[in-house]
Structure formats: C-alpha cells, structure tokens
T-cell receptor, first 111, second 112 residues
C-alpha cells in the first residue's frame, strides 16, 4: 500500500472561509501533485512540485495556493472558499520510474 | 508525450477475463505505457507499466504489441470489485519534468 495521506476526507464549509487541505507522503518522493475532479469527469492538474521550495501551477486555473517546505508535505490552501470550489481534490506523489501514488482525496463542499 | 485512445466503456461478466485496449500509435521509443484505475470516489491506483515486454503482476497482465502502437490490460478473472475507470497513459523513461495526465479512460463494468 502506498503511504500518502489526505485530510480531511470530507469537508463542508461556509463561503468566505479559509481552508487548508493536507497531503503527506512517507515515501520520500520529490514530485507531488494536486488534481481536481468533479463527479464523472476527468482529473485536472492544478498544482505540482518537483521538490522542496518548488511549486508550479497546473493546466487548470485555480484560486488555490500550495507550499512545499518539507519533502513529505504539500498542503493546498483556499483563502476564501466559494461554492464554485466544491469538488474532489486528489493529491499524488511519484518517483521515477515508478507510477504515481494517490491519496484517498478530500471531498469539499462549500455552502 | 504520446496521446492514448481508449474505448469509453466496456462490460465483462464476473469470472471472465477483461481485456482493455489502448491505442498509442505515436508512442516514441523511450516512452513507457502505464495503467491506472479509479474506483468510484477514490484516488487512482497504479496497476502496471511496461516498455516493450509483456508484464504481469498480482493485479493484471500487460500485453504490448511488437510495434508498441497499442497495448491491452488483462484482468484474468474479473470480479465485481474491478468495476472502475481504467486509464492508459504513456510517459518518457527519462522522468524529469513529466506530469501524469489522465484522459477519460475506459469505464469497465463487471456484472454478475
């Protein structure tokens, strides 16, 4: 089993609140990713990191931000949540040449 | 990166083999074929990967054609728990700046 963890699994929060989605991995992988996925739809990359102090925006524009201060930790923050942010957020990590390992996801609902 | 083409959906009877095809006709010599699956509401799960030889593990077998333009993921004895979306992607062997990109995949339904 892959050792990558996301918390919380489910989050219902009011509009305007600041939230941080946590993602941690214990595999020592340099590369980490955040994807956003709506039900029945494709995964869309929103952020990625090649290592400590490296963060890049992905293909899908997102109002979230990320940080990578430690190899094992890649949190995602929304400064002011809106209903349009309602979605599932998936974190993953990888090390070449192996596959990517995903967390269980955080299902966010903004009311 | 080479793009892949997969059928949008397939179905299979429980206990039978599920053969999921993937076309990657523009694959280059240094690109691997990777397969993942995503069971409803969970994160994608890595299944298997290969370069040009056929590969087998405890989850599945991967058959890559000699010209490498297509591959087939085989679940030898499908169970109801194999119902999921299966993604075929290619990635360069050099790793480097590669970012895993998932398309729509194949939705496999295993029925009793």
């Amino acid at each position: 089993e892959a050792d990558i963890y996301q918390t919380p699994r489910y989050l219902v929060i009011g509009t305007g609140k600041k939230i941080t989605l946590e993602c941690s991995q214990t595999m020592g992988h340099d590369k980490m990713y955040w994807y956003q996925q709506d039900p029945g739809m494709e995964l869309h990359l929103i952020h990625y990191s090649y290592g400590v102090n490296s963060t890049e925006k992905g293909d899908l524009s997102s109002e979230s931000t990320v940080s990578r201060i430690r190899t094992e930790h890649f949190p995602l923050t929304l400064e002011s949540a809106r209903p349009s942010h309602t979605s599932q957020y998936l974190c993953a990590s990888s090390a070449h040449p192996g596959g990517a390992f995903f967390g269980q996801g955080t299902r966010l609902t903004v009311v | 990166d080479a793009k892949t083409t997969q059928p949008p959906s397939m179905d299979c009877a429980e206990g039978r083999a599920a053969n999921l095809p993937c076309n990657h006709s523009t694959i280059s010599g240094n690109e691997y074929v990777y397969w993942y699956r995503q069971i409803h509401s969970q994160g994608p799960q890595y299944i298997i990967h290969g370069l040009k030889n056929n590969e087998t593990n405890e989850m599945a077998s991967l058959i890559i054609t000699e010209d490498r333009k297509s591959s087939t993921l085989i679940l030898p004895h499908a169970t109801l728990r194999d119902t999921a979306v299966y993604y075929c992607i290619v990635r360069p062997s050099s790793g480097g700046s590669y970012i895993p990109t998932f398309g729509r995949g194949t939705s496999l339904i295993v029925h009793p």
